[in-house]
């Protein structure tokens, strides 16, 4: 069992930065690849990045790419999303997941454990 619990969510103009965090209980977190997600009102989920276990790999969504990055600090059981150059577009609910397996990969239905959720918005 993995809890995560996502912070760093808030209200933000165009153009601004956040970065997310995403902490994670238990001793094997250096064992699971992790995802970033997100939810807007009335869509589905989608994936946004995601890391493998070492830190080695990341695959981004192409609406992030070159403005988002993932990172993670295994000593410190956590999962960065850095956020810059951000768009109303990115107004969403973001979740962290995690997936008991070296590779990382954009399907949400194969994480196991599923973050709470931070609220995103970005006002134009």
């Known amino acids: 069992q993995v809890q995560l619990v996502e912070s760093g969510g808030g209200l933000v103009q165009a153009g601004g930065s956040l970065r997310l965090s995403c902490a994670a209980s238990?001793?094997?977190?250096?064992?699971?690849?992790m995802g970033w997600f997100r939810q807007a009102p009335g869509k589905e989920r989608e994936f946004v990045a995601t890391i493998s276990w070492s830190g080695g790999n990341t695959y981004y969504a192409d609406s992030v790419k070159g403005r988002f990055t993932i990172s993670r600090d295994n000593a410190k059981n956590t999962v960065y999303l850095q956020m810059n150059s951000l768009k109303s577009e990115d107004t969403a609910v973001y979740y962290c997941?995690?997936?008991?397996?070296?590779?990382?990969?954009?399907?949400?239905?194969?994480?196991?454990?599923w973050g709470q959720g931070t609220q995103v918005t970005v006002s134009s």
């Open positions: 238990g001793r094997t977190f250096s064992r699971y690849a």
């Open positions: 997941a995690s997936r008991w397996a070296a590779g990382n990969t954009l399907n949400k239905y194969e994480y196991d454990f």
